[in-house]
């Protein structure tokens, strides 16, 4: 096993090319979405191995609604698959499992199984894996802007803002990855990433291993973060 000296603490996906996977071999998106949960766990097991103490994937956001049903449901039954299997990766590990999103609106037999996978690994504490869930950054801002008014205060503060997003149990994301070479951020932890390290390889979500996550890992160690200071 590789030596890495500084693994970051919370590292952060934007699994992308999934569609772009299945149609370069002629099959339907949703295919692509399958072989993406197979890159999930490769993920989990090299954060375990590695040491990372939180992972948070970009599983559904909430531009994601203007898919086709057929996609959109395809993207449910895998989730509800994966966190609903007897012999499921977090159980087994220790991993606690945590979501951040709106679940209001996703079907009443995935708001279940969700809810049991996290009441089953709520002491968990060897990793902790987030599933971001109709998120989205823009509406985490907003949504946490409103708890503060409705506790009728007349000024805030930076943390106070970040005490009332979905994330405030997390540390703020150290390492952000996307996939597929795309170079967007597509609203995701808006407000959490003011200072994270951004990396964009090429590969496509599916074909992500540990390889290229060390590679990220490594490319992550050679970051000098000042965090607008100076060295
Ligand atoms: C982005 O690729 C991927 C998604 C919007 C969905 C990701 C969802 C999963 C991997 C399955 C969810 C299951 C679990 C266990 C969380 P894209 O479809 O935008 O790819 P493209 O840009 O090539 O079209």
């Known amino acids: 096993m590789e030596k890495l000296k500084k693994v970051p603490s ?29 890159a999930i766990e ?22 994601n609604w203007k898919r086709s049903k057929e996609e959109i449901h395809g993207i449910f039954n895998l989730l509800r698959e994966y966190i609903d299997k007897d012999d499921n990766i977090f159980t087994k590990n220790n991993v606690k499992v945590t979501s951040i999103g709106v ?14 996978i996290k009441e089953k690994t709520i002491n968990f504490d060897r990793l902790n894996v987030c599933f971001a869930l109709n998120y989205g950054g823009r509406d985490d801002i907003t949504r946490a802007i409103n708890k503060i008014i409705e506790q009728d205060v007349k000024r805030v503060t930076e943390k106070d803002i970040l005490n009332m997003l979905d994330t405030r149990s997390m540390p703020e994301p150290d390492l952000i990855i996307r996939t597929s070479g795309e170079m ?23 074909d992500f291993n540990e390889k290229h996550f060390i590679k990220a890992l490594k490319n992550y160690q050679k970051r000098n973060r000042r965090y607008g200071g100076i060295t």
């Open 42 to 63: 490769r993920t989990i097991y090299a954060c375990l191995k590695y040491g990372i103490k939180y992972c948070t994937f970009f599983a559904f956001s909430t531009e």
């Open 184 to 206: 967007r951020i597509s609203n995701f932890l808006l407000y959490q990433m003011a200072y994270s390290e951004l990396y964009f390889p090429k590969v496509l979500w599916p």
């Open 103 to 116: 679940l209001d609106p996703f079907p009443e037999d995935l708001k279940k199984s969700l809810i049991n």
């Open 10 to 38: 919370h590292v952060a996906i934007i699994m992308d090319g999934n569609g772009r996977w299945a149609t370069k071999r002629g099959l339907p998106r949703n295919f692509g979405h399958r072989e993406g949960v197979k």
